[in-house]
């Protein structure tokens, strides 16, 4: 009987934002050009340290990697989102579905350990600087870098293959822009307790454990800093954690002030889930860029190469 319901489920409907009809143009344009220079933004960023060999150290791979995330990250929601917007076609396919379950949760996992390993390298930079190059060394790198690849597939993997055990009821319609486990896992008819359980211990080895390493780098960097303050030492760790610790900010902040300060309970999911798949993927170049030197420097030099081979031809 189960598999006689699962298998009945052909596609579901997906309810979108929270907006009136009147206003579906006006987002369809906002979105796109978010969408857009989230794309072109990261891709640069990935350009410039691909390019530049002064780029060519732990901090900028792990960044690369963290841009091409961030691009997979809004490219699994967003162009459906747009698509259904334009179209008023407000349904997915059952297996496009969890397609986009798998990836969504893949690419979130990536960046939340991503973001854990550039604090781990920061804490390195400025409390053992003499010692960096022998730790961060590029075997390490790529280790961190596939264990969070690999750790990340498994997680949705797992993720997945729950799901798709499961059978559906009659009503498919998902209150959500894409199809967000959680809001999947409602329609269903059989036992999600072990799903649940599974949501609840993954969230906390994905989500909590990175956001402790990352606090705790940046209490040891704020300790060591404060044994010998002085406008150098400061200076010199602004300048290095800066521009990590402002996308850490926006990333986690913005969901805390979505879950404690928004006062539509029924709008939270929703809200939060624009703004880690298209606020912070499209800010992250420019937080990078603008207050990054050697990002500037490297941008700057592209663009100088490019009118000297311009004025040349």
Same mark, same amino acid.
């Given at each position: 009987m189960g598999s006689k319901n699962q298998s009945s489920v052909s596609k579901f409907l997906l309810l979108g934002l929270p907006i009136r009809p009147g206003q579906q143009r006006g987002f369809f344009t906002l979105f796109l050009g978010m969408y857009l220079t989230t794309v072109l933004g990261n891709l640069l960023i990935i350009l410039l340290i691909k390019l530049d060999s002064c780029l060519h150290t732990p901090m900028y791979f792990f960044l690369s990697h963290l841009a091409f995330s961030d691009i997979s990250l809004s490219s699994v929601t967003v162009p459906k989102m747009l698509t259904n917007m334009q179209t008023w076609q407000q349904? %997915?396919?059952y297996v496009g579905c969890i397609a986009q379950v798998y990836f969504f %949760?893949?690419?979130v996992c990536i960046d939340n350990l991503l973001l854990a390993v550039m604090a781990y @390298?920061?804490?390195? =930079?400025i409390c053992h600087p003499l010692h960096y190059t022998t730790i961060m060394r590029e075997g390490l790198c790529v280790l961190l870098v596939a264990g969070s690849w690999i750790l990340s597939c498994g997680s949705a993997l797992l993720h997945t293959l729950l799901l798709v055990r499961l059978s559906f009821c009659v009503n498919n319609t998902i209150s959500h822009f894409f199809? @967000? /486990?959680t809001a999947v896992l409602k329609l269903s008819c059989s036992d999600i307790s072990l799903n649940e359980l599974v949501i609840f211990t993954e969230g906390g080895l994905f989500s909590f454990l990175p956001l402790c390493i990352i /606090? !705790? #780098?940046y209490v040891r960097i704020g300790s060591i800093i404060l044994r010998v303050p002085s406008t150098k030492g400061l200076y010199k760790a602004f300048s290095t954690? !800066?521009?990590? /610790?402002?996308?850490v900010f926006l990333y986690y902040g913005t969901l805390v002030g979505v879950y404690f300060f928004s006062s539509s309970w029924g709008s939270k999911d929703i809200i939060a889930s624009v703004m880690y798949t298209v606020v912070t993927p499209m800010l992250n170049p420019f937080i990078y860029s603008l207050r990054n030197r050697d990002i500037k420097q490297a941008l700057e030099m592209c663009f100088s190469t490019v009118s000297v081979q #311009? !004025? =040349?031809q």
């Open positions: 349904s %997915i396919s %949760i893949f690419f @390298d920061r804490y390195v =930079a199809c @967000d /486990l /606090l !705790g #780098s954690c !800066g521009s990590h /610790l402002f996308v #311009s !004025g =040349a």
